[in-house]
């Protein structure tokens, strides 16, 4: 637009990313999210936030994935808050159920022991389960087959600023793997074995490591205040994976593959309580280049008790700089300066 009006740029893009428009310039992507149809109402809250500050723009469709089929009320509720095609897919059994070589009794006394610990969830299955398929097995299913890149949202987040580009373009055009907003420090009692299994991999693949990696990010033993929470060698510091961009190109590749599979063999999504943040996080640090992954500095984001607030006039409802409205402890959570250290701020 040579007179750079915003209304008309926006007009002309919503004709191009009208929902059924056919020569569109949508990227293969899709807004993804694991739900339980009783989390709907919460759900139908994020996507609200996410749809005027960014997505009635582009009418990217939501993908919505559960263990269960979901109910005429949840598919109801949620396509009425979207411009955009929503689908609802179950996920078959042998990609959500616990795999035959974990021995439930061993499950149950880890647990137990890591519940004595304080590691919450530690004994409730399905939570284990949603971090295995988080981790190793949602870019598998096929309603996802031809798809490309996904932004993953999870119920009750809050985004905060208008977003004027095509976030998955931005992606594609500018070669990134994965986009993130907010970077922590973990429990270290829900990964003990976590780096450990990871060193053991790359002794058996030393190609794998890329020669650009961000491995002294994984690796920092610097800036964690509380310095014997590291993890054997792991920061604990990953990207906080309940938002998440990215192309599923690196998930799908070999080298992802064989390092997903040597650590559900080792048994740690059940045994300990391996999360898809830190799991993802070492894979990136270690198998990709580190210029391919991107802070979203600009995408304003809530996911309790964690916000990642830009200072921009763009923004509403977000205090600039704010990391977190909880208890004093939570702000020392925060890893990001670690990441800028080692890795930049692209
Ligand atoms: P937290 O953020 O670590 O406390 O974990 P959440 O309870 O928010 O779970 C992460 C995501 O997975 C959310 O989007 C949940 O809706 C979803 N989720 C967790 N467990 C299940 C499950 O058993 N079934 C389904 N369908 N979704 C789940
Ligand atoms: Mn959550």
């Known amino acids: 637009d040579p007179t750079g009006e915003p209304e008309g740029i926006l007009t002309r893009a ?9 020569n569109t310039d949508r990227i293969d992507a899709t807004l993804l999210a694991l739900v339980r149809n009783e989390e709907v109402d919460d759900m139908v809250s994020s996507m609200i936030d996410l749809e005027r500050t960014w997505n009635k723009k582009f009418n990217y469709p939501w993908t919505f994935f559960n263990d269960k089929p979901f109910t005429e009320e949840f598919k109801k509720k949620t396509s009425a808050v979207t411009n955009a095609k929503t689908y609802y897919e179950v996920i078959p059994d042998e990609h959500w159920d616990k795999p035959a070589w974990i021995d439930d009794q061993i499950f149950a006394e880890s647990a137990k022991v890591l519940e004595e610990n304080g590691v ?12 295995r398929w988080n981790s190793g097995l949602f870019y598998k299913h096929p309603a996802l087959k031809n798809t490309r890149y996904y ?3 999870e119920p009750k987040v809050h985004f905060f600023c208008d977003i004027e580009y095509d976030v998955f373009r931005y992606m594609h055009d500018n070669n990134k ?9 973990d429990d270290p009692k829900t990964l003990p074995t976590l780096w450990p299994e990871t060193v053991k991999f790359l002794a058996e693949h030393p190609d794998y490591l890329h020669e650009n990696s961000a491995m002294k990010w994984l690796t ?5 205040p509380d310095h014997n929470r590291q993890a054997q060698g792991y920061s604990t510091c990953h990207f906080w994976s309940n938002f998440e961009v990215a192309d599923m190109e690196f998930w799908r590749s070999q080298a ?14 059940f045994y300990e309580r391996w999360g898809d943040a830190p799991v993802h996080s070492i894979a990136l640090g270690m198998l990709e280049d580190a210029n391919k992954l991107h802070w979203f500095r600009d995408i304003g984001y809530q996911h309790i008790p964690f916000f990642n ?6 923004c509403k409802g977000c205090v600039t700089g704010r990391f977190t409205d909880g208890e004093a402890w939570l702000h020392r959570e925060d890893c990001r300066p670690s990441y800028f250290q080692h890795v930049g701020m692209s």
């Open 309 to 314: 607030c830009p200072n921009s006039n763009k």
């Open 120 to 131: 919450q969830y530690a004994s409730m299955m399905s939570y284990h389960k949603m971090c």
């Open 220 to 224: 920092d033993d610097v800036h964690r």
């Open 14 to 22: 919503s004709e191009k990313y009208h929902p059924n428009a056919k």
């Open 256 to 269: 992802y593959e064989d390092y997903f599979n040597h650590l559900d063999r080792a048994g740690g999504f």
């Open 151 to 153: 932004w993953r949202v």
């Open 177 to 185: 793997t994965y986009g993130f907003t907010i970077n922590l420090y």
